[in-house]
């Protein structure tokens, strides 16, 4: 059920700024779950099912990275600028697809001798066009396109585009069905613009003034060869932060989120992350100050256009959830 | 309408000493407006009440330009510094400057060529290398003209030449406070309130914007810039950020914020009612205040729209009256079509 979900989101477009489309397949899964719902300024979906105990925010982001077209030239190629944290690496000879079904492949001026010295402002899109009039007639100054890709599953690990973090929306959406009795009063947040500075997350956490945030996004594992060394593998459960750059998770919601999983014998890894944020850095610092964690979804190939994720990883964060708004929340 | 641009852009008005522009808009717009205003960070807001809504409309320019400020005074006299905000430093060697709030002439200057190694002849000029000459011969003499913390600008005249263009320093932000300027002496009362904001120290980091975001907390927001143009030889038409002549550029992404889209479309859809040329800003880097005011508290619809100028952060920017002139047409049109 959670493969058909994560399917289903990962192959919807979706750019930061550009979370229209992603943001009404949100709306249609979790319509009945929750009481009500309302998007805001910046384009944040947010889903509230009442009650009357601690003030919960749960925030996972729609956004995902993607390519801005910022010129058009007399040949019909593209030339575009970055939205959100894309890498060269990442993006030679890689399909890419823009909202109206566009397709195009990301080359570069000239041949590559060494990839260090390729810069994006060297790059274009090819969309096929035999010229600057027929380019135009299929994309505008300002169109973003976002990578191409299927999803696939082998074994218990799906892979496919924006799993950062469709994975984290998935997370959310399953919780909000499964979820049979909670005191708490919960605000299931899918924020816009993460990806560009975590945006959404600032607006959002101001309007609703939570007692305590948790958001869900993925993070980078060590488990690969000759990986970056980090204690945090796919497959070995949900991840608890207890940092990352853009905070310090507060050490009580650490602590419940720990103690909740002991509890229920669900597996899960500390996660110090070296790079990145994710909504709870803006959360944190709202108002008065929101005590917030982050329950991570481990991740390999982060911000490429086949970005890994385990489904029993997906399962234990569900069920942690679960168990965390079940329960008191004592903070 | 020249004459204001000419008084806004040779006033001095580094981030944090933006005192003296601030004095000149406020003569300039009290006459126009139901009150104005200086909140504690020294933003100066000028509000206009409209005929009924009570939604609030924000218009924003910064009235801050880069500079320096002086650290220190050598036994010789010359005058150490740090520069405030972003200039590429190669621009600098022998230009004028003014220095302190009386203004006193300075250089900018470096060791002579000839004395120079071969190595540091290869490479780019550094601030450090650098030093401010005001004619003193001792730091006694120095001390009684200036003092650190001093602020120093350049010393620039506002110039028309050739096609329609000046040439002026500070044209960022001064022609957009000097095209709100404009708007605001239009005698028209709209739908909604208008707040005419000036903004202090966007250029070290859209400052006067965070808190003007909050405390005038608009229903939407648009930011009058005057941003890059970079439609110079050697540079690839595919990275001219906008083009000179080409009308108000209007801001699609850039740095600090993804503009309001259904505010472009608005700004678009005027400008092609109206017959007023417009084109989308290029590239993505650099942020102004909207970046800042589009997430005060519970969010707010925010867009830009630039004058391009030419050579920006520099003692010798460049911009085309039409551009400017399209700017405050455009942006008026879209205020009388706005109902909120």
Do not use: W
Not at chain 1, 156 to 176: N, P, Q
Not at chain 2, 32 to 51: C, H, P, Q, S
Not at chain 2, 254 to 275: F, I
Not at chain 2, 306 to 333: E, G, Q, W
């Amino acid at each position: 059920m959670m493969k058909e979900l994560l399917k289903k989101l990962t192959e919807v477009y979706g750019p930061s700024g550009n979370e229209e489309v992603i943001r009404d397949v949100i709306r249609q899964e979790i319509e009945g779950f929750v009481d009500e719902m309302r998007v805001d300024t910046l384009g944040n979906l947010i889903a509230i099912r009442r009650g009357r105990g601690k003030k919960v925010m749960l925030a996972a982001h729609m956004d995902q990275i993607g390519f801005m077209v910022t010129h058009i030239d007399e040949k019909g190629f593209l030339r575009f600028t970055r939205v959100g944290g894309i890498s060269v690496g990442n993006s030679i000879n890689r399909r890419v697809i823009f909202k109206n079904g566009v397709t195009g492949v990301i080359s570069y001026e000239g041949e590559i001798t060494d990839i260090r010295d390729i810069k994006f402002e060297r790059m274009y899109i090819d969309i096929g066009a035999s010229g600057q009039q027929q380019a135009e007639s299929m994309v505008s100054i300002g169109d973003v396109a976002v990578y191409h890709s299927t999803f696939s599953e082998n074994s218990g690990r799906y892979v496919g585009k924006a799993m950062d973090d469709r994975a984290g929306c998935a997370l959310l959406i399953e919780t909000a069905k499964r979820l049979q009795s909670s005191p708490h009063e919960i605000y299931f947040v899918f924020t816009v613009q993460e990806e560009l500075g975590v945006r959404g997350a600032k607006t959002a956490a101001y309007a609703l003034d939570p007692d305590i945030g948790i958001a869900v996004d993925v993070t980078l594992t060590g488990d690969t060869p000759k990986s970056r060394p980090m204690a945090v593998k796919l497959g070995g459960g949900p991840a608890i932060k207890v940092r990352d750059v853009s905070m310090l998770a507060h050490p009580r919601v650490r602590s419940l989120m720990v103690s909740r999983a002991q509890e229920a014998g669900i597996p899960y890894q500390m996660e110090i992350l070296e790079t990145g944020g994710t909504d709870a850095g803006a959360i944190h610092l709202t108002r008065e100050g929101i005590p917030s964690g982050v329950l991570s979804i481990p991740c390999r190939y982060v911000h490429s256009d086949s970005e890994m994720v385990d489904a029993s990883d997906m399962e234990n964060g569900v069920k942690l959830m679960l168990h965390i708004l079940e329960g008191e929340i004592e903070i | 309408m020249a004459e204001l641009l000419k008084r806004l852009t040779e006033v001095g008005g580094v981030s944090g000493d933006e005192g003296r522009v601030r004095q000149l808009i406020r003569q300039e717009v009290s006459p126009f407006v139901d009150e104005v205003y200086t909140d504690r960070m020294g933003n100066l807001i000028a509000y206009k009440k409209g005929k009924g809504s009570g939604k609030k409309v924000m218009l924003c320019a910064h009235m801050d330009e880069v500079g320096f400020i002086i650290t220190g005074i050598g036994e010789d006299g010359m005058l150490k510094f740090k520069v405030v905000g972003g200039i590429d430093p190669r621009v600098l060697v022998s230009k004028r400057v003014l220095v302190g709030e009386k203004g006193h002439a300075g250089v900018l200057g470096i060791k002579a060529i000839h004395l120079q190694e071969p190595e540091e002849r290869e490479h780019a000029v550094k601030v450090k290398q650098m030093y401010i000459d005001i004619g003193a011969v001792s730091k006694e003499e120095a001390s009684q003209a200036v003092k650190p913390g001093d602020y120093v600008v350049f010393d620039s005249k506002y110039v028309e030449f050739g096609d329609n263009k000046v040439k002026a320093k500070a044209l960022d932000d001064r022609a957009g406070c000097a095209a709100i300027i404009e708007l605001i002496k239009q005698e028209q009362r709209y739908g909604f309130d208008l707040y005419a904001c000036f903004s202090v120290q966007e250029e070290v980091g859209l400052r006067g914007a965070e808190v003007l975001g909050y405390s005038i907390n608009p229903d939407i927001a648009i930011v009058v810039e005057g941003t890059t143009c970079s439609d110079v030889p050697g540079v690839d038409e595919h990275l001219y950020t906008t083009l000179m002549g080409k009308g108000p550029a209007i801001t699609i992404m850039d740095g600090s914020s993804y503009a309001n889209k259904e505010l472009v479309g608005m700004l678009v859809n005027t400008a092609k009612n109206e017959g007023i040329p417009f084109q989308f800003k290029k590239g993505a880097s650099g942020g102004n205040d909207a970046g800042r005011i589009h997430l005060a508290r519970k969010g707010v619809k925010a867009a830009t729209v630039s004058i391009p100028c030419r050579y920006i952060h520099s003692p010798s920017s460049v911009m085309d009256l039409d551009d400017y002139k399209n700017t405050i047409t455009l942006i008026s049109a879209f205020l009388k079509g706005c109902e909120l």
